[in-house]
């Protein structure tokens, strides 16, 4: 399985970017799939996760509200709406599939995308 982010930018505080990350492989379908960031000089943390099916999604409180991570299993691609972003969302956004033992944390998952800048100018 390879993943691929891509959708980030530079932008001004208040602006909107949309993420995508496209999947190759069977198993995107069937495994559950998370968004991380990570800034400088900070740990990766979790930004937002989504089931297989879509019934089921969770964010950190930092983006609930403002984000919205959605998935097309036709499309193999999965997605993040980042909207009224701030100075404090930038950091490299990466995606993941497939998680072991927890949707919030990195060292769960078994698939990890390259990552996409996001710079969010105040």
């Known amino acids: 399985v390879q993943l691929q982010a891509s959708g980030g930018g530079l932008v001004q505080a208040g602006d909107s970017l949309r993420l995508s990350c496209a999947a190759s492989g069977r198993t995107f379908s069937s495994s559950a799939m998370g968004w991380f960031r990570q800034a400088p000089g900070k740990e990766r943390e979790f930004v937002a996760g989504?089931?297989?099916?879509?019934?089921?999604?969770r964010y950190a409180d930092s983006v609930k509200g403002r984000f919205t991570i959605s998935r097309d299993n036709s499309k193999n691609t999965a997605y993040l709406q980042m909207n009224s972003l701030k100075p404090e969302d930038t950091a490299v956004y990466y995606c993941a599939l497939d998680y072991r033992s927890s949707l919030y944390v990195s060292s769960s998952y078994v698939y990890w995308g390259q990552g996409t800048l996001v710079t969010v100018s105040s």
């Open positions: 989504i089931s297989w099916s879509s019934a089921s999604v």
